[in-house]
């Protein structure tokens, strides 16, 4: 045997292979092929197990997700990502323990959980009383202002106008300013890009300066839309939009430093348009981005 090795250049490695697939009894095969033992063992313990080599790859796809999301995705969409683009079934424990392993931690964003107050302003009605469901598009509408910092321009101002069914940001607007024509920029923009000229929408703001404007409340009849808003001292009455301000400092905000407004403002479209409503999936949404999950449902206004 070690004669018929020696001439047909056979490896050791080919050798420990052909006698450990074929279940050939080892001390007898290494003998016949003039292998020692301990030599056939290491070659055993170095090569990968069907559980490494999967372990490898799952590690490798986590890695893409993560890094395609800029850090953001936690363990639960990372899993749900694995299933869906990779065909890797994975425990979500698993894939906890092997972003540790590769120090991946996502970006936190905490769960919106407001004051309440239970005070009322009668004057002004809360049509949508936190019933924040839906059957379809523009219905309800929800919209609110978020400070940003820049280092040469000081405080800026984003308001921004979700639909509550696809939680899609379907018109912004940010200014040095924050005033009402802020607000009503954000309002006229989402309503342009759902082609909205007279439709019954609730639109849900608080009650600040800007949304209590004789500007903003003219906007809002030009184009038959029902205003709501919150009651005093309760912002979870407009928790859907407070959730995306959160969201959006969180992961970009936060980690970004902005020199100037217009340096910001770029920054600020390439996460809305570019990122989150195209991009990042929603657990609320059975893990599908703001984008296909209007497509799916046959919605398709916006590009």
């Not at 469901?133 to 309800?140: F, P």
Request: hydrophobic content about 35%; proline content about 2%.
């Amino acid at each position: 045997m070690s004669h018929l090795r020696t001439q047909g250049q056979i490896n050791n490695n080919e050798l420990v292979n052909f006698i450990r697939d074929g279940g050939y009894e080892v001390r007898l095969s290494c003998r016949l092929f003039g292998i020692p033992k301990s030599t056939f063992y290491d070659i055993v313990n170095a090569t990968p197990s069907n559980r490494e080599i999967e372990t490898e790859a799952i590690e490798m796809a986590i890695q893409d997700i993560y890094q395609a999301s800029d850090g953001i995705y936690g363990a639960p969409k990372i899993q749900f990502l694995l299933s869906r683009d990779y065909d890797l079934h994975v425990g979500l424990k698993r894939v906890q323990r092997l972003m540790l392993k590769n120090n991946l931690r996502s970006i936190v964003v905490k769960k919106y959980r407001p004051q309440t107050n239970n005070d009322v302003v009668y004057n002004r009605f809360n049509i949508l009383a936190q019933d924040f469901s839906t059957t379809g598009a523009n219905q309800k509408w929800v919209t609110d202002i978020t400070y940003i910092y820049t280092v040469r321009d000081g405080w800026t101002y984003l308001a921004s106008v979700m639909d509550l069914w696809s939680r899609r940001i379907i018109g912004y607007s940010y200014s040095t300013t924050m005033d009402a024509h802020l607000v009503t920029t954000a309002l006229g923009n989402a309503a342009l890009n759902r082609r909205i000229k007279n439709q019954n929408i609730i639109v849900h703001t608080d009650l600040g300066a800007q949304y209590t404007s004789a500007e903003f409340e003219e906007a809002l009849h030009q184009m038959g839309m029902a205003h709501s808003y919150s009651r005093k001292g309760t912002p979870y009455d407009n928790a859907g939009i407070e959730s995306f301000h959160s969201i959006i400092k969180k992961e970009e905000v936060y980690v970004t430093t902005y020199q100037t407004a217009k340096q910001a403002s770029i920054r600020l479209f390439q996460y809305i348009e570019g990122w989150y409503n195209r991009k990042r999936i929603h657990s609320a949404l059975s893990y599908m981005t703001p984008k296909q999950f209007e497509e799916t449902n046959g919605f398709s206004l916006l590009n």
